[in-house]
């Protein structure tokens, strides 16, 4: 990551190496945090730099907090303009990742302190993986994924996580890129930082919002480009495990990954072994829709220096 000069604290820009949050915070003894993480892209074209689905973005940030019970609310208005705010006071004119942060810091610490609550903004240049053109390999994990009846997994908490990281850590150390997570059922759910898709019998198909997944906002935006713009039919259902094995193409998306082919499940070939078609055509659509290419999807992205 290319390291940014601020980091805007509670809509004040503050020296990067000077932002720091007390270690009794609730956001650190009880992970009391909440976050969004959203790309900005820029556009050689346009001479811009184009923040993608910002609102929808910053609207989960909104019910994330009430959802956790934090004593605070923020307007859309006013964490828009300090996104904003975060990506122009470093003079960012590339493409970047941004984290926006709710964190509860009221002291003394208690697991039930819901105030008061600091707003955190970064943003940095983060270089990808080369995933796209040679695909990952991924294994399906033994650690489950959290169900609604524990931790609400539509809520982009940082305690939500620690149960991912078990994951990834474990593929990792299994010789994976990545790993799939299932439901309490058996089903899949998704990768840790990421929505699984899966191509099969000439159908796109997703697991639905009820199978223990976050609410992605890139998952949504690949449902309707696949239908609108590819015309590809779209299931959103339950996903048992051997489906993967036969499935023709299987892909992740996410902010961050953007849209990853997976090659190879459980070390076995997805598929010829290679990156499909189409997960080659929905990522060179989502490409063009986040760089400001398609008119149709205007309304998706917020400009920087022009707003």
Not at 153 to 161: D, F, H, I, L, M
Not at 232 to 260: H, K, M, N, Q
Request: aromatic share 8%.
């Amino acid at each position: 990551m290319a390291q940014a000069k601020y980091i805007l604290v509670d809509n004040e820009p503050v020296p990067f190496a000077e932002a720091k949050v007390h270690v009794l915070a609730p956001a650190i003894t009880y992970a009391a945090m909440v976050f969004e993480g959203i790309r900005g892209y820029w556009s050689e074209r346009r001479q811009e730099l184009l923040l993608f689905r910002l609102d929808d973005h910053l609207r989960r940030l909104q019910a994330s907090m009430r959802t956790m019970r934090y004593d605070a609310q923020y307007s859309l208005e006013s964490l828009r303009s300090q996104v904003i705010e975060a990506v122009r006071v470093n003079g960012f004119r590339e493409t970047i990742h941004l984290r926006v942060m709710a964190l509860v810091t009221g002291l003394p610490p208690s697991i039930t302190t819901s105030s008061p609550v600091s707003l955190v903004v970064t943003a940095g240049v983060y270089p990808m993986k080369d995933w796209q053109s040679t695909g990952m390999s991924v294994g399906v994990s033994s650690w489950q994924r959290v169900h609604e009846s524990a931790t609400p997994p539509r809520v982009k908490t940082s305690a939500n996580y620690s149960n991912g990281r078990l994951g990834m850590m474990q593929s990792q150390l299994d010789g994976y890129d990545a790993t799939l997570m299932l439901t309490r059922a058996g089903t899949v759910a998704e990768a840790p930082v990421a929505s699984f898709f899966m191509v099969r019998r000439g159908r796109l198909v997703t697991p639905s919002v009820t199978e223990s997944i976050l609410e992605s906002i890139t998952r949504e935006t690949m449902i309707e480009l696949a239908t609108d713009a590819i015309g590809l039919p779209v299931d959103e259902r339950p996903i048992d495990r051997t489906e993967l094995y036969s499935a023709e193409e299987l892909f992740l998306c996410g902010s961050g990954w953007e849209v990853v082919p997976i090659t190879r499940v459980d070390r076995i070939p997805v598929g010829d072994g290679r990156p499909g078609a189409t997960t080659a055509r929905l990522r060179q659509v989502y490409l063009e829709t986040v760089h400001g290419e398609r008119a149709d999807r205007e309304a998706w992205l917020t400009p920087v220096w022009g707003a």
